[in-house]
């Protein structure tokens, strides 16, 4: 199969679907690989690195995917990216529909299909491609959200995890899972005292499991809002697959939180699951709503380009050469990524939603 792998053009998105490694894998298996010049470049690999490998160096995305049958790619497409794509193309990308609806009518408009890598998933609820980068978004978002706590940064002016004869900081995490893990591990590490919500009781086992200082709570409504009234971190990580996230906080609980005090949505893909969050990018990741300083970048792992591109490109490639020598249907994890066929909506929770 051709297979093209276009630069990413979302604001500071630096990733790179599949590095140089990665891609080798794919021109062993006798796959003709085309990548866009200068794709990899803001994740540390240049052209003469993919070259090296057997890739061909498009110069331009007009090139790129009029050379190629299936386009793997980081961000859900916009609309440059949408201009060159046609019905006989294979998308294969994070898309993230149900907080996309127009994203997903184009898509359907066009005719491809459309294969997601956050609804890919393995018999045991495991969702392989999403993970790495929760893996990575969790940790930025206790990583970010100690800084934005900072004063000069509109914070309220803590040190999350305290210090002799300071209180520690309180975090609070809505959802247990790999990004809710990952966040509430360094909070905890930093010292902090974390609360974390989920309805599983194995995750909130494991999260007590992280230390002394971490608490897991079922989400009751009364004990979620009771925390965030309390907190001086809010980080949001609750994932439906496929579907649009709930919101666990409202506008009025947020309008009541300590001023300075900072929300963090990792579920701002999905729709966030905070009712005030709204999608930032990096040239501008925050804004501030009734004192309380908003973080809701969509593509939090791009801030560490190589280590998000080289986590991704680890979790894809069994993936894209199953898709690439069987097809979308082969297997019955890639079959849950499909979203759109042939202008048909696929997935189920986005029938939903459409109709």
Same mark, same amino acid.
């Given at each position: 199969?051709r297979?093209?792998?276009?630069?990413?053009v979302?604001?500071?998105? /630096?990733?790179v679907?599949?590095?140089?490694?990665?891609?080798?894998?794919l021109?062993?298996y006798?796959?003709?690989?085309?990548i866009?010049?200068?794709?990899g470049?803001l994740? /540390?690999?240049?052209?003469?690195?993919?070259?090296a490998?057997?890739?061909?160096?498009?110069?331009d995305a007009?090139?790129?995917?009029e050379s190629?049958?299936?386009i793997?790619?980081?961000?859900?497409p916009l609309?440059?990216?949408?201009?060159?794509?046609?019905?006989?193309?294979?998308?294969?990308?994070?898309l993230?529909?149900?907080?996309?609806?127009?994203l997903?009518?184009?898509?359907q408009?066009?005719g491809l299909?459309?294969?997601?890598?956050?609804?890919?998933?393995?018999?045991?609820?495991?969702?392989?491609?999403?993970?790495?980068m929760s893996?990575i978004?969790?940790?930025?978002?206790?990583?970010?959200g100690?800084?934005?706590l900072?004063?000069?940064?509109g914070g309220k002016?803590?040190?999350?995890g /305290?210090?002799?004869?300071?209180?520690?900081?309180?975090v609070?995490?809505?959802?247990?899972?790999v990004a809710?893990?990952?966040?509430?591990?360094?909070a905890? /590490?930093?010292?902090?005292?974390?609360?974390?919500?989920?309805r599983?009781r194995?995750?909130?086992?494991r999260?007590?499991?992280i230390g002394?200082?971490?608490?897991?709570?079922?989400?009751?409504?009364?004990?979620i809002?009771?925390?965030?009234?309390?907190?001086?971190?809010v980080?949001?990580?609750?994932?439906?697959?496929?579907?649009?996230a709930?919101?666990?906080?409202?506008?009025?609980?947020v309008?009541h939180?300590?001023d300075?005090?900072?929300?963090?949505?990792?579920?701002v893909?999905?729709g966030?699951c905070?009712?005030?969050?709204?999608?930032?990018?990096?040239?501008t990741?925050?804004?501030?709503?009734?004192?309380?300083?908003?973080f809701?970048v969509?593509?939090?792992?791009?801030?560490v380009?190589?280590?998000?591109s080289q986590?991704l490109?680890a979790?894809?490639i069994?993936?894209?050469l199953?898709?690439?020598?069987?097809g979308?249907?082969?297997t019955?994890?890639?079959?849950?990524?499909?979203?759109?066929?042939?202008?048909n909506?696929?997935?189920?929770?986005?029938i939903?939603?459409?109709a």
């Amino acid at each position: 199969m051709r297979i093209g792998i276009p630069k990413e053009v979302k604001v500071l998105e /630096g990733r790179v679907a599949l590095i140089p490694a990665a891609a080798a894998e794919l021109v062993k298996y006798g796959h003709e690989v085309n990548i866009q010049s200068n794709a990899g470049r803001l994740s /540390g690999y240049t052209d003469d690195d993919y070259s090296a490998v057997g890739l061909q160096i498009q110069p331009d995305a007009k090139s790129l995917y009029e050379s190629a049958e299936m386009i793997v790619k980081v961000k859900e497409p916009l609309d440059v990216d949408l201009a060159h794509l046609t019905k006989d193309h294979i998308l294969f990308s994070y898309l993230h529909l149900a907080a996309e609806p127009e994203l997903m009518k184009k898509l359907q408009g066009i005719g491809l299909t459309a294969v997601a890598f956050e609804t890919v998933e393995e018999k045991n609820g495991y969702l392989p491609l999403l993970a790495p980068m929760s893996d990575i978004a969790g940790r930025i978002a206790t990583q970010v959200g100690a800084q934005l706590l900072y004063h000069p940064q509109g914070g309220k002016g803590i040190l999350l995890g /305290g210090l002799p004869a300071v209180e520690r900081g309180k975090v609070v995490v809505l959802g247990g899972g790999v990004a809710g893990g990952n966040a509430a591990t360094v909070a905890a /590490g930093l010292g902090a005292n974390v609360t974390v919500f989920d309805r599983d009781r194995d995750k909130l086992a494991r999260m007590r499991a992280i230390g002394p200082n971490v608490t897991g709570l079922y989400p009751f409504s009364d004990a979620i809002k009771k925390s965030v009234l309390d907190a001086d971190l809010v980080i949001g990580a609750v994932l439906i697959t496929g579907e649009r996230a709930p919101h666990l906080v409202d506008a009025d609980t947020v309008r009541h939180m300590q001023d300075g005090s900072v929300i963090i949505d990792i579920s701002v893909d999905q729709g966030g699951c905070i009712e005030t969050t709204k999608p930032t990018n990096y040239e501008t990741p925050t804004f501030v709503w009734e004192g309380i300083v908003h973080f809701g970048v969509t593509n939090m792992p791009g801030a560490v380009p190589r280590s998000s591109s080289q986590a991704l490109s680890a979790a894809l490639i069994p993936y894209v050469l199953q898709l690439a020598e069987k097809g979308c249907k082969s297997t019955a994890a890639l079959s849950a990524g499909v979203n759109v066929e042939g202008g048909n909506i696929i997935h189920p929770a986005l029938i939903t939603l459409a109709a």
